[in-house]
């Protein structure tokens, strides 16, 4: 027999909201965390992946180019910069300011001067310095183990073309070449 009254539902819905009724709060709260949890971990790996996908494609762009660029201007090659180097000044009080270096590559030029290469020990700083053949320099190696005073010029055939001796430049106030004294217990054989 079938019952019009509507009781065979209304016991389906007593049922059911008793079985709701029937989990304790705390599991249900905990399952609802959860899922909370889980939603929004979902959504974090979501909009992590759009971001990271917009950062690739910017990237590629940014390297690609938005179309061709026109080419850089021809620009006409311009001489070497000039040499990093500064003459040593003498401190307060002092004649002369040395640095040490190699030199070598001696060249005689027009008149009583030469040209010569230094490379600075401590730096590598090359440098070319034009001095008169008449340049006082202390030399011990250089003259076979003979302590000796000799002039530049008398040196041109035994500063050869590549560092090996070490000298003492000395510079005045002015930065002129003074002298060269050997710096033997530096000295590269």
Partial sequence: MVDETGLGDHLADL???GQRFAVPPAAERIRARGDQRRRRKQAVLTSGGVVLTTAL??????????GPQPAPAAVRPTA???SRFVPPTPAPGEEYASEFGYVYDVVLLEGDTVQVTVEQLRTGVVHKVTVPTQTPVEVKHVTDGKPADMRLGELLGRLGTGPRWVFAVDYDG???VQSLREAFWLTVK
Wanted: proline content about 5%; overall charge neutral; cysteine-free.
């Fill in 15 to 17: 049922a059911a909201s």
């Fill in 57 to 66: 494609a910017v990237g590629v762009l940014s390297l690609v180019g938005l």
């Fill in 80 to 82: 070497p910069s000039t």
């Fill in 174 to 176: 002015e930065g002129r």
